[in-house]
């Protein structure tokens, strides 16, 4: 059974549409995986086919009308009567759905985010032609996948839709190898490197913390700029920019560090209500975290007992939330995140996935 899986991205870093393609190869399906060359083009091996889409366009707004163009003829290209599509994200969505409409085959809809509730497009006129895609299509899709249950209930209340399924970004299970102290302390960040993702206050706040190195690992357009924050304020011998790694490099960097930060801050309910894919890669990888007062991780935090909330970003702040975790050390809380890392993990969520598919093979059956 061929699935057609789509999503605006070069496949490189997004974990989470390989950990689905994962799930259904591995299950007998047949995933053929299309993005784009939108931040490059970088090598990658996977079991099944995957190609990406070449966009000309220089601006992102003028790439994603181009991308709808290219990809309604690719989907098309490689989807018959006998297949099933994915739609990863909003910038998917309308293609995907004129074609299951076309081909009368089911469409799964998976959103990652909220995506007219990202900080980048709050206030501007983009917001209002996305707007308008969601509340279009949207109602129309009988099985659609969020990635928290707080993006869920938003889009229940938004557009009064049956509840979606809620598959959690969380990794594979990793094998624990046992734990060892660092005389010097890591402290971790991994992700974009973007605004209000509270890179520059944990910056800041190495100011204030001793006999330890903050680690940056990933790439984004303000690389540059936190470089300079930590000349200015003093810290540069503090910080390491790791770069952009691959998701096999980076899981042998997080179990190196002694915290993980997920420091978010408000900037849009796509935010706000978010589980960012890193606090489940700390624990997995046994590495207490220090989080945002924001509603899933405070979840994760208190339920399992793993680490720290702030209640704010002064850097002060966080900088006494950190320094809490290092003096504990990661042995005090050992016992929590193998708890933890046994019920968050990807394993947990693949019956949800295969459901869905299972449940669109039968439809697809009784169509034709």
Not at 36 to 64: H, Q, T, V
Not at 197 to 226: C, T, V, Y
Not at 239 to 256: A, E, H, M, N, Y
């Amino acid at each position: 059974m061929k699935v057609v899986i789509s999503v605006f991205n070069n496949l490189y870093t997004d974990q989470r549409v390989e950990k689905v393609c994962k799930t259904l190869y591995d299950n007998g399906y047949e995933p053929v995986l299309i993005g784009c060359n939108w931040l490059g083009a970088p090598e990658m091996e996977r079991p099944y086919p995957f190609f990406r889409i070449d966009l000309k366009s220089k601006k992102l707004r003028f790439a994603y009308i181009e991308f709808q163009r290219k990809l309604y003829k690719e989907v098309l290209k490689n989807a018959d009567n006998k297949t099933i599509l994915l739609a990863n994200d909003l910038e998917t969505l309308m293609p995907n759905y004129l074609i299951s409409k076309k081909l009368n085959i089911p469409i799964v809809f998976d959103s990652h985010e909220i995506f007219t509730e990202m900080p980048t497009i709050q206030g501007r006129w983009v917001k209002h032609v996305w707007k308008k895609i969601e509340k279009t299509f949207v109602p129309k899709i009988k099985r659609m996948i969020t990635a928290s249950n707080s993006y869920a209930n938003w889009f229940v209340k938004e557009y009064e839709i049956n509840k979606p399924t809620v598959i959690n970004n969380l990794p594979r299970k990793i094998e624990f190898t046992g734990t060892k102290e660092n005389s010097k302390k890591i402290i971790l960040y991994q992700g974009w490197l973007n605004y209000s993702r509270g890179i520059d206050k944990a910056i800041l706040a190495m100011q204030s913390i001793d006999n330890a190195e903050l680690w940056i690992a990933g790439g984004g357009p303000m690389e540059s700029e936190f470089w300079n924050l930590a000349k200015q304020s003093g810290v540069e011998d503090k910080i390491k920019f790791l770069g952009k790694l691959c998701p096999s490099d980076l899981r042998t960097i997080t179990p190196k560090a002694d915290v993980g930060l997920s420091i978010e801050e408000n900037k849009g309910l796509s935010y706000y209500y978010s589980l960012p894919n890193k606090i489940s890669d700390y624990i997995q990888s046994r590495v207490p975290v220090v989080v945002s007062n924001f509603p899933e991780m405070t979840n994760i935090v208190n339920t399992f007992d793993v680490g720290e909330i702030i209640e704010n970003h002064s850097p002060e702040h966080l900088a006494e939330k950190i320094n809490l975790v290092l003096k504990n050390g990661k042995a005090f809380y050992l016992h929590n995140l193998n708890v933890a890392s046994d019920e968050l993990c990807w394993e947990n969520e693949e019956d949800k996935i295969l459901k869905i598919f299972s449940d669109s093979r039968k439809e697809l059956e009784h169509n034709h």
